[in-house]
């Protein structure tokens, strides 16, 4: 079974600083990945996916991602954290090698505060 | 230009009284989705559509169901809602039901059991 471990449900950081943001998958298949974004009263957006394409993926509003097999991560990075990237972040997953309905699972999600 | 409505942001209900979640959508696309996310919990699938064809999870409870009319419009149906059934429940769409498809979420309607 595929799943999305998220690591740390709260992560702060000052605004212009690094943004980490840490996701582990388990998949019995070569995955799909995504981080998808809630900013407060919105709906979930897409950040950026991973589809085997190339191994570092490049989102809007600067974020990007690498799928690291070795390590089975895809961790979502952001060189200088604006005011403006507080929100919810969910890592997830398609279990699906291809073929068979879009049924994404996520992870528990990930809520960062960017401080002044 | 909203593109995923979902109506209303908040509803209440009591414990046992039927109650719909409606979503629209205008972008045309062919599957549906509604998924349920519990306080601090990852949101999860209850079922989808793809066109007509309702595909229900294993583990979703009947006392869920859904009914999606035409291409615009889907419902969520809970028949005799339970304490534990509170939750956000969010309605999604996405043009195609391939694994990498980009799904597009509504706002969510948070639902109270009282």
């Known amino acids: 079974a595929q799943s999305v471990t998220q690591l740390g449900s709260h992560v702060s950081v000052s605004e212009g600083a690094l943004v980490l943001l840490r996701c582990n998958y388990s998949?019995?298949?070569?995955?799909?990945l995504f981080w998808y974004v809630q900013y407060p009263n919105q709906g979930l957006q897409l950040l950026l996916k991973?589809?085997?394409?190339a191994t570092l993926v490049k989102g809007i509003n600067g974020f990007e991602a690498e799928f690291k097999k070795s390590e089975t991560s895809f961790h979502l990075t952001k060189p200088s954290a604006h005011m403006s990237d507080a929100a919810e972040y969910f890592c997830?997953?398609?279990?699906w090698g291809g073929g068979a309905t879009n049924k994404l699972i996520f992870g528990t999600g990930t809520l960062l505060a960017v401080q002044p | 230009d909203a593109m995923v409505i979902q109506n209303p942001r908040y509803q209440v209900t009591q414990f046992g009284k039927p109650v719909t979640l409606s979503c629209s959508q205008t972008?045309?696309?062919?599957?549906m989705y509604w998924y349920q996310q519990k306080s601090s919990q990852a949101p999860k699938l209850l079922f989808h559509?793809?066109?007509?064809?309702?595909?229900n999870e294993a583990d979703t409870p009947d006392n869920f169901q859904s009914r999606r009319p035409n291409t615009s419009f889907c419902f969520l149906d809970i028949r005799s809602p339970g304490l534990g059934d509170a939750a956000m429940y969010l309605c999604?769409?996405?043009?195609?039901?391939?694994?990498?498809?980009?799904?597009?979420f509504g706002s969510g309607t948070q639902l109270s059991v009282l």
């Open positions: 999604a769409t996405s043009r195609g039901a391939g694994p990498n498809e980009k799904l597009f």
């Open positions: 972008l045309n696309h062919n599957v």
């Open positions: 559509y793809y066109d007509k064809d309702f595909n």
């Open positions: 998949s019995s298949v070569p995955p799909y």
């Open positions: 991973y589809t085997s394409a």
């Open positions: 997830a997953v398609s279990p």
